[in-house]
């Protein structure tokens, strides 16, 4: 056994522990790919060097609370990825996140070594982030508050503003926690309203309250949730595009789950595991139908023609009219 490999794998192990309440056995080796016995010897040539290891039943592994060591040793590649994350946090558009990474990262900062502060200032001057939302179609500190209402499990009312509608209605809602998906911050909550989960555009929320009721129900994570909800509305699709075209749907194609492609002479043939309602994937490909076809599912071209059709027809009665 290289004893550098493994000296490298238990201090990373030592770190793991260290920045999480507790580790699972599993999760060990999932992300190190070693067998349960291994991860027991790692642990035991921990406790061997004085790092007191708590085994949490049933959960897993922890270092005992107040026990802390300075993280001294940080790769080239950590470091970039840590600068790039700064810029990233930098651009983030709510003030209270924001604000405690900075402060998070500066306690990380304050253990690196000479060479690595003047490379993480280098590599400062040579990424640049263009800020491309606006910050002001955010409530302050709204992430803030409905993760403290996820955190404590109270229930937040919310004044929300639907498309199209000019005025906003209120909600009382169970948060289950936040995502960002083509470029906008969205909540999955418990609607009491509907009796049931919806996603809302933190834009279009003007008002958030975390109210003293308790939650009603327990609910999954959002990612078990998120998954599941993903798996069961996926929607395998195939296209045929022209070649000489087929540049043309490069950029909007990963927002409907591309996967891959098969390049001929003349023709782009392009796969796609669909998330969004079917409607969303026919009316994009709209734009293309004149260099493309849907090959399948073939019940796609009726919904394509009737929207075609539909939209003829409504420009006929335009002209009528005129």
């Keep these: 056994m290289d004893i550098t490999k493994r000296f490298d794998r238990i201090l990373q192990i030592f770190f793991l522990l260290q920045s999480k309440s507790v580790v699972s056995t599993e999760e060990l080796q999932k992300r190190f790919e070693i067998s349960l016995r291994t991860i027991y010897r790692d642990l035991k040539a921990l406790e061997i060097a004085g790092i007191p290891i708590v085994n949490e039943s049933g959960a897993g592994y922890s270092i005992m609370e107040g ?46 070594q000479v060479h690595q502060k003047r490379d993480f200032l280098h590599l400062e001057d040579a990424i640049h982030l263009k ?46 926690g936040v995502f960002y998906e083509h470029n906008l911050w969205y909540l999955l909550a418990y609607c009491h309203l509907r009796k049931d989960y919806r996603n809302f555009r933190l834009d279009r929320i003007k008002k958030v309250l975390m109210l003293q009721d308790n939650f009603t ?78 090959i399948e599912p073939a019940h796609l071209n009726n919904e394509l023609v009737e929207i075609m059709e539909s939209g003829l027809k409504r420009i006929k009665n335009k002209e009528i009219v005129s």
């Design 131 to 176: 800020k491309n939302f606006k910050s002001i179609d955010y409530l302050p500190n709204i992430i803030d508050i409905l993760l403290n209402s996820t955190i404590k499990k109270k229930i937040t009312h919310i004044h929300y503003l639907k498309s199209g509608d000019l005025h906003e209605v209120g909600r009382s809602v169970e948060p289950i």
């Design 67 to 112: 026990f802390r060591l300075q993280p001294s040793r940080f790769s080239q590649e950590e470091i970039l990825s840590l600068t790039v994350a700064e810029k990233v946090m930098q651009k983030h558009e709510t003030e209270f996140v924001k604000k405690h990474f900075e402060a998070a990262l500066i306690k990380i900062k304050s253990s690196f």
């Design 217 to 294: 129900i327990t609910h999954p994570p959002i990612n078990e949730f998120r998954d599941k909800d993903f798996s069961e509305n996926r929607m395998q699709i195939k296209i045929r595009v022209d070649r000489k075209y087929a540049n043309y749907l490069y950029w909007d194609r990963q927002i409907f789950g591309f996967t891959g492609e098969e390049i001929s002479d003349d023709f782009v043939v392009m796969d796609f595991d669909c998330p969004l309602p079917v409607v969303s994937f026919v009316r994009w490909f709209i734009k293309f139908v004149d260099v493309a076809e849907i």
